[in-house]
């Protein structure tokens, strides 16, 4: 039983783990001050930049990331269940060896624990615990996947004896009636019981449930991932609802009244203030009367939600042309929000080139409605949601 | 290498694995003394929470509820029938219990706070639709328990 749980977790795990660590990569922390509150160390290697295309890369990574992740959760909690009698095991410590594999042990479940709980809570808005949760998710994600791999590679010869006997797999057919104890040969393990109690249960039965279990949060994942009709489908999910009909009712972030900004800021008197070799200020009408160009994009959130819709504005580098700037350019674009950890981002050369990154000003053939950024929003391909900075104050533009 | 095996209880490889992996860990665990220090206490409270809580809070909470569901008549001709009911009130209640584990902040929320700021949307539906899922669990176990006995029933009679 441990073993095909063991086997299933070996699978999920990874996807998680890798899909986290590109979701850093996707917020492409040695620029500028994207890396809020937080020193690159060694554990920050880049081995490339975070690309442009396909433009749903970022959706599909967090959605990947989010909904993988709850589904790996009863899993998770059937695993721990599982090996539970080795917590008690006697003696406590044989050896040396067998000392650090605990101590290991405990940072393992300790990593799952907190990445599973920050990560849960966080999807959800809850904020209870009193730290940052980017970089304690991040790095608490390393404590994890050390601690992982060493029991990965401590315990794969097990697992694959395991599977390799008939054992493994015939008595996960049994009902409850024939549902027998496992013999301790041919492969001997600490988890047979010695004096089993009657069964209550079957190993179908309860892979079956937490089969169903997962099913259940799988839904909750993809739903609000995919989107569309299925977002119907996440129905406990955070972002399984759009907020109101018409052309502006998709899902939302951060909406304008939580941000503080003052709406007369945001009125006829609003400029945009572009920065590179000149200074250029530029109304919403001067913006509208540049080249507009429309594009299908998706948002998409770090929350492991997305949508996507048809934005219209003016190219990003054709903005930094005006501000003076030919060849390759790094965009660093402050919101008119303060004091927020979002309310600037710094893009990439190859994401302020991209045809399709844009500056914003419609979307769904209608002006954007204050809490998808009136005036003026950033929006890229495969670029993070809060990157895709809102309430657009100034772009400042800068050669490489 | 005899020595060190018997005296340290694994091949020299197991400590090598076991030094990287702890490396790595250190290294992430500075980086969580970057903030200042009362993020790092709350970080370090969370990650030993999460050992007791799973392992010494949780599983035997969860043990000793089904060991209160499961306290059976002593056995007899019921208790193939006890078996069977209890396993078709177990699976929903998991079920059930594990959507709230996961999604209890805003099954539970009374008031938008946070999750209102960031998305405009209500979180009354969350409790209403765990109340309907929950039900729509416990009808769909307990049809799947009366066609079970029904087919029993129909088996039974056909051999007699």
Redesign the interface.
Known sequence: MTAVLGAALLMLLPLVAITGLLSNVAYNPRLGANAVDRHLGPLDFYLFSWPTHPSWLYAANQGVHVTIGLAAIPILLAKLWSVIPRLFEWPPLRSPAHALERMSLALLVGGAVFEFVTGVMNIQNEYAFGFFFTNAHYYGAWVFIAALVFHIALKLPKLRGALATRQAFVPLLDDVANTRPERRMPVDNELIPTTPASPSMSRRALLGTVAAASGLLFLQGAGQSIGGPLRRLAFLAPRGRNPNDGPNGFQINKTFDATGIDFGELGPSWRLHLRGTRRVKLSRAELLAMPQHTYDLPIACVEGWSTTQRWTGVRLRDLALLAGIEGAAQLTAQSHEQYSSYDHATLSASQVDDERSLLALRVNGVDLSPDHGFPARVIAPALPGVHCTKWVRTLRFRSV | MDRFRR????GPL??I??L???L??G??????F??DG??TV??LV???L??V???LVF?PLYSFVDRVL?RRPADGPGTARF?RV??HV??PL??SG??LL??A???L?RSP?????????SPD??LH??LI?TAALFALSAASYLVRVALDRRRGSGRS
Do not use: K
């Not at chain 2, 005296?7 to 694994?10: K, V």
């Not at chain 2, 290294?27 to 969580?32: G, S």
């Open positions: 005296r340290y209880g694994a197991h400590l694995a076991f990287t992996s702890l790595v860990s290294l992430a665990v500075r980086r969580f970057d903030s009362s993020e709350q970080i969370w990650f030993g999460g050992i809580v799973a392992d599983l499961s078996a209890r396993a177990r699976v998991i079920l594990l959507l996961v999604f902040p805003l099954i929320r706070g946070d999750f209102g700021d960031a998305s405009s949307l539906p969350f639709r765990w899922v």
